[in-house]
């Protein structure tokens, strides 16, 4: 089947009439990729699902949420969007921007954005505003510059984007043939995407396309965890940039998506989100970005706990968990090297190059 978008894949959730002109890069309708050596690292119960959202057009799940956002500024007559991000929601609107013909502009915390989501906006003709201040600081401001003149905000804080995103829980049910996983998971920063796919996976199931729903499981950084510490956090801190929050502006809706799925918001160190993120390129060949891997990082965290020794799955034995990888790895390879082993550099001859793969000049042969 030809992918032309979430918007048209779900037509009968999204709210567009016959009319609307659509505007899409065909984002969605990515992999979810079984977990095989994760699963069996974390907990002997779990089997593990990558939706690995990194796919997307501009490599990341805000794609789901823009195509219906730019689809509704262009409808409502607006010639212009702005945004507040930690990267790659201005990625996304100055990508979608661009396809329908209208101005973004996207205000960024200086010097703490991945250089590939700044490259992204800078390259898709944004006007990029760097503010001395955090994302917190930035949302404040685009919402009260979008208040006050003719300029569509496309933060998560508008409801379209809500509306976009929630697909990725159909896709999953959809993958999963009618059932939704036991478990979800995910990171948690502006909160938007946590309460669109809770949303998504009530809408499936009282649509009858879903025969269960499954517990939420959201992962904030330690340095930047206002939901699990119940408040504002003033000066949040983590290299998961994306995840970098203190005050998110969809923490109610998050708060209920945890209690009504009888889910879990917890918190996450760098230490361990960093493992995680190395674990997940290494043994199972998947590149995330940092901020995606809090959603293993919680797994594992939660797994150590006990938290699926006596949990019922819905089907057979094992505990279905869909992990969201939120955006792909190379929108920050400044992150990657540093985690990664050094490489090395030698004199251009086989012996020094053997020495340094660790293999005998005197071996003929590599078996
Ligand atoms: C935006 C983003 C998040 C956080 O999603 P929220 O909807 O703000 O909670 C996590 N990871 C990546 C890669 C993101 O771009």
Redesign the pocket.
């Known amino acids: 089947m030809l992918n032309r978008g979430v918007i048209e894949r779900y037509r009968a959730y999204m709210p567009v009439t016959p009319t609307t002109r659509i505007i899409t890069l065909n984002e969605g309708s990515t992999p979810l990729i079984p977990a095989y050596n994760l699963a069996k690292a974390i907990h002997p119960r779990l089997d593990i699902y990558l939706k690995y959202?990194g796919l997307n057009p501009t490599g990341?799940?805000?794609d789901r949420g823009m195509t219906m956002a730019i689809t509704k500024a262009v409808e409502d007559g607006f010639e212009g969007v702005i945004c507040a991000s930690?990267?790659?929601?201005s990625a996304s609107a100055a990508a979608y921007a661009a396809r329908a013909g209208i101005k973004c502009i996207v205000i960024i915390p200086e010097g703490k954005i991945a250089l590939g989501k700044l490259s992204q906006a800078m390259i898709h003709g944004a006007r990029v505003v760097q503010i001395k201040g955090n994302f917190d600081n930035a949302l404040q401001l685009v919402r009260s510059i979008a208040s006050r003149h003719a300029i569509a905000l496309v933060n998560?804080v508008n409801p379209f984007r809500i509306e976009g995103?929630k697909s990725g829980a159909f896709e999953i049910v959809d993958d999963l043939e009618g059932y939704a996983p036991d478990c979800h998971a995910?990171?948690?920063?502006?909160?938007?995407?946590?309460?669109?796919y809770w949303k998504g996976y009530k809408e499936y199931f009282a649509a009858g396309k879903a025969k269960n729903r499954p517990k939420m499981l959201?992962f904030q950084a330690a340095g930047s965890a206002p939901i699990v510490l119940g408040r504002p956090v003033d000066d949040p801190q983590t290299f998961?940039t994306?995840?970098r929050?203190g005050n998110?502006a969809?923490w109610k809706t998050?708060v209920e998506a945890r209690d009504e799925s009888g889910g879990v918001i917890g918190m996450v160190t760098d230490h361990q989100i960093r493992d995680a993120y190395k674990m997940l390129a290494s043994i199972e060949g998947v590149f995330?970005?940092p901020?995606?891997a809090?959603s293993i990082a919680g797994l594992i965290k939660l797994a150590a706990n006990g938290y699926f020794d006596t949990m019922k799955p819905i089907v057979g034995d094992r505990i279905r968990v869909t992990c969201v990888l939120?955006?792909h790895g190379l929108?920050d390879p400044d992150s990657a090297i540093k985690a990664a082993e050094e490489t090395v550099t030698v004199e251009p001859t086989e012996e020094a190059v053997l020495e340094a793969i660790g293999l005998e000049a005197s071996v003929s042969a590599l078996v």
């Open positions: 959202e990341s799940f805000k930690t990267g790659n929601t998560s995103q995910l990171p948690v920063g502006n909160a938007g995407n946590i309460s669109a959201g998961a994306a995840i929050i998110p969809s998050a995330a970005e901020a995606s809090a939120t955006g929108k």
